[in-house]
Every structure is written in C-alpha cells, then in structure tokens.
C-alpha cells in the first residue's frame, strides 16, 4: 500500500521540477518565496500522510489523521520562524499570507452598558442584547459541542468552561476583548453557548456508547440505503471508548488532569492573545483555520493521553500529537510574552491576586489532604482496626466454652488432680 503512496510522491515531486522547467520563472522575489515553501510543505504532507505513524483513530481513514500530525510539524516550525522574528518582521510577515494583515486593530470592547434592558433606547430597549449575538455565539456552541467530544467529560467541561470565564474576569485590565457584562459571561457564554453545547455534546456521546459497531464491506451490502448508510458511518469512530478520568483515584491521576485543563485554558487564551500581538482580527480566516487545526489534533492528542494514563503498561510513552499539542500551545505563549512583554505582565488587580491565591491554596490543601493526610488517616485507621483483630482473635483463642479464661482454670484444674491423687 505505501510502496504505492511512495510512487505517488514521486510522481508529484517529478511534476512540480518539470512545471517550474517548462515556464520561465518570474522575477518577483517574493512570489517565488511563497511559491517555494509551499511546494516544499506540499511534498512535506505527501511524504507524511504515507509515511508517519498511524494514530489511535482510524475513521474516516488513517491518512486523514496522518495528515493533521503533518500539518502539526509545519504549523510548529512556522511557529518557531515567527518566534525568532523581531516584533515589527513577526508581524509584517503576515503580510505575505494576507495583504489586509500587519495594520494594528482596534479591539471591541463587549462590556460598557450591561442593561439588559434600556428604557433610554425608545426604538429597541433590549439593544445590548442584540449586539452581543453576533457570529462567536454559534462559534462557542460549536466550539464546546467539539470540545465535549473530545474531552468525553460533563465535569471537566464545565469546570474548564467555568474557569475561562474566571479568567477573563482576571484579565480584562490586559486585553479589552475580556471585558464582558456578568450576563454576557455567565448567561449566554457558561450556560446558553457553553452549557448547551456540552449537554449536546454528551448526548452525541451517550448516542456513540450505546451503538453497535458491527462494521460490513460497503459491497457486500445488498441494498443501496444499507451502502449510503455504511458511507455516513465511515465517519463515526470504527469503535467506542468510553473516558473515565477519575482524577481523585492517585495522586499521578489527578495532576494529569489538572496538566489537561491547564493546557486547554493556556490554548484558549492564546487564541486572544496571538490575535493581539499579530493584529488579526476576529473574524480573519485563519483565526477559524486554527480552531478547526486545534479540533482535529485535540481530538487524537486526548485519545493518547487517556490511553498512557488508563494503561501506561502498554502505552509506555505518550502519543506523537499529544507531545505535538503541548509543543504548539508552549511556542505561542513564548510568542506572545516576546512580542508584547509589557501587557503581558500588566499587575493583576489586588482583589484578583487574592481571589486566586485563596483559589490555589484551596487546591492545594484538597490535595495535601487527600492524597497525603486522608491516606496517612486511613493506613493508621487500617492499622488499629487490624490490631484490634488480632486482639480479639486472640482472646477467643485463650477462652473456653463458658467464657472463662483457660489460663485462669488450669491452676485449679491441677490442684483437683492433685487432691486425688
């Protein structure tokens, strides 16, 4: 099979030297540039989605996975080319992705009048609410409906929905985006948007545990319903793992999951940030080409870490596109602490600080109690009900029938014996 794929490569790589051959090449410097580096990622990704190692998923197809770890490697190097830019190069760069880029642009601010209802407006009183129902409302349903299926948890979806929203609370003085009124955080984001695509995204999961996977050959079926249903179910998962975290089982357990939502609100708040430091809007296309990227590799890169954690005997090292993941999200933040340092560590306001240092030793108590202390108690506890035993075993060992002790009949005993003799 890949002997084939090989041939196709090339093949491609023949046909593009015998098209840069045949036509004269331009004098445009940087149309050449461009031209050049994607040939070269364009043979990149042929090489990998034939060569590189299959994942855990293998619906639709293998390759499709294969594909995404490859443009995993390209997106990481582009990462680390920007990284090593300066700031005013870093941003001008983009420029050669889009023209509209490299111009510095205002952030909206969603906060200011938080009235749900605005008895000055005559013509709409419930204005404030209609500019917040813009294109991110679909955009966080969705977004959270994906993330419920890749993370296979009702609690940690909220408590990472929950904690973004803190988050921003924390970070508004940083970036103007944050600011929201309470109903836009925890209305129409944690319950309507958030809250409504998990509860989606667990029943699509209930729906996906309770299938049966009986996989048949699309031409042996007989009829042509039964083959375009088989079609639609290649895109389903060839079968089901059912995630059980349990985070408060061990110690190892329970800070792989705290690594896990760590991880998920850094790469969420680096979707705002990189936005800022490298003047994109919103709305830019390749804002939404990350956050499809970050769906399609999440998926796998948490499948690796579940397995590792679940059986770490078999999967004796973490996947590829986890460590990739990890990788991705550490080399955005770099770029955004090298490109714009000073708001970066704009001073939290006191009354946060202390929010979040009472939050920490909170998290940490928990964990020093239950996995140190509660363990520590329950060995002692353990111990003394075995001594207890023992104890108690012991003396039913040394006592008769009637409850009296043997040690103390036994003197009487042999002085009867004495007396008849």
């Known amino acids: 099979m890949r002997a084939h794929t090989l041939t196709v490569l090339f093949i491609l790589t023949c046909a593009l030297g015998y098209v840069t051959l045949l036509e004269e090449t331009p004098q445009d410097t940087a149309y050449n540039t461009k031209r050049g580096i994607v040939a ?17 998923f293998s619906r639709p197809h293998p390759a499709y996975w294969r594909f995404w770890l490859c443009v995993s490697v390209v997106y990481e190097l582009f990462l680390i080319f920007i990284l090593f830019q300066t700031v005013q190069d870093g941003r001008q760069f983009m420029k050669y992705i889009d023209p509209h880029l490299g111009v510095p642009l205002p952030e909206r601010d969603y906060g200011g009048n938080c009235l749900i209802y605005d008895p000055g407006n005559g013509t709409d009183p419930f204005h404030n609410i209609w500019d917040k129902l813009d294109g991110f409302v679909p955009a966080h349903f969705f977004g959270w409906y994906l993330k419920t299926l890749m993370i296979r948890d009702w609690w940690m979806c909220m408590i990472i929905s929950v904690m973004f929203e803190f988050l921003e609370y924390s970070l508004e003085h940083q970036l103007p985006n944050f600011s929201e009124c309470w109903w836009d955080h925890w209305i129409m984001d944690v319950i309507l948007c958030n809250g409504l695509g998990i509860y989606c995204g667990m029943k699509t999961l209930s729906w996906l545990s309770l299938k049966t996977y009986k996989w048949q050959g699309l031409w042996n079926i007989p009829t042509y319903k039964g083959k375009m249903k088989r079609i639609v179910f290649q895109f389903t998962p060839y079968s089901w793992v059912k995630f059980e975290w349990k985070p408060a089982s061990s110690l190892r357990r329970w800070l792989a999951v705290c690594g896990i939502i760590f991880v998920f609100l850094l790469a969420e708040l680096n979707t705002f940030y990189l936005k800022f430091v490298l003047w994109m809007p919103p709305e830019h296309y390749l804002v939404l080409l990350r956050l499809v990227f970050f769906v399609n590799v999440g998926g796998v890169a948490m499948r690796e870490i579940y397995d590792f954690m679940d059986d770490p005997k078999f999967h004796k090292k973490l996947g590829q596109q986890a460590w990739l993941v990890a990788a ?46 509660r363990d520590i108690t329950l060995r002692y506890k353990e111990i003394r009900r075995q001594k207890q035993e023992h104890r108690h075993e012991k003396d039913k060992c040394l006592s008769n029938g009637d409850g009296h002790s043997a040690l103390l009949e036994e003197p009487n005993g042999s002085k009867l014996r004495e007396r008849k003799q």
């Open 328 to 373: 991705i999200t550490a080399t955005e933040f770099l770029i955004v602490v090298k490109y714009d340092p000073y708001t970066l560590t704009l001073s939290l306001p006191f009354y946060i600080t202390q929010c979040w240092i009472l939050g920490i030793i909170l998290v940490l108590t928990w964990t020093a109690w239950r996995f140190f202390i």
């Open 40 to 56: 070269s990622i364009l043979v990149f990704l042929c090489f990998g989605v034939t060569q590189a190692k299959d994942g855990p």
